[in-house]
């Protein structure tokens, strides 16, 4: 189900086991799972990637770097929850791949935190397949920011670390190109429908992802400020 109502959204998070954060480059999801991840109640699930490594990013908190041989070898052996393949459009080689492996998830678990995914919606479809196995209770929060946003906001990034407009522009209007999903929108609405027992939420909003973040951060705070409204059943449809 898709709560329209973010105060339901996130009592169902505090209750979730696994938090999954869809969105297009320069959605904030980068941002959202640092700053959740700095308490003591959740902790990101490091995915594979054989992309470059990018100015900033440290191997074994944005990703596990390797080459894409390796990652498919691991889809070949079952050891992957979940996996995408970025093609070349001509040739449709397998140019870069991302994926989370079975063991990064079940190392992540014993640490009795909740988990937090950014995953794409193909990715998605593949790792609810896998909760659902284990019984794990699922949220999922769609970024879907505009377009004219998500530019602005990779160019304020890349100028804060020190490239000029002219570069962080090139920078923005490459990552947006490079990695763009045309419509989101039906992917997710085929999550939700698969998986009736999933909570989702869509922000269209930075500062809507601000407030989501601040409230995830204060975790049972909120519920018990929020107690005193009708919240018994939290599971219930919109």
């Not at 938090?19 to 490091?46: A, F, P, Q, R």
């Not at 989101?184 to 909003?205: H, Y």
Request: aromatic fraction near 8%.
């Amino acid at each position: 189900k898709m709560y329209k109502n973010k105060t339901n959204f996130i009592n169902s998070v505090i209750d979730s086991e696994i938090l999954l954060i869809i969105g297009s480059s320069g959605s904030g999801k980068d941002y959202l799972t640092e700053e959740i991840t700095k308490g003591e109640e959740y902790i990101l699930t490091v995915s594979d990637t054989s992309r470059a490594m990018r100015e900033g990013e440290k191997e074994g908190v944005n990703y596990y770097y390797m080459s894409t041989q390796e990652i498919i070898e691991k889809e070949a052996n079952n050891e992957m929850a979940e996996m995408i393949k970025i093609r070349d459009k001509e040739t449709g080689e397998v140019k870069v791949c991302y994926g989370i492996s079975k063991k990064e998830i079940e190392d992540k678990l014993k640490t009795g935190k909740k988990l937090v995914f950014i995953v794409e919606p193909h990715g998605a479809e593949q790792i609810m397949k896998y909760f659902n196995e284990k019984k794990l209770k699922t949220s999922l929060l769609f970024l879907d920011i505009s377009f004219k946003e998500r530019k602005e906001a990779i160019i304020k990034t890349e100028i804060k670390n020190g490239r000029t407009i002219k570069e962080a522009t090139e920078i923005a209007e490459e990552r947006l190109a490079r990695m763009e999903f045309e419509d989101m929108e039906p992917q997710i609405q085929k999550i939700i429908k698969n998986n009736p027992d999933l909570n989702s939420f869509k922000s269209e909003k930075y500062s809507l992802n601000t407030e989501l973040m601040k409230a995830f951060k204060k975790g049972e705070k909120i519920k018990e400020e929020l107690g005193k409204e009708k919240q018994t059943n939290l599971n219930y449809k919109i």
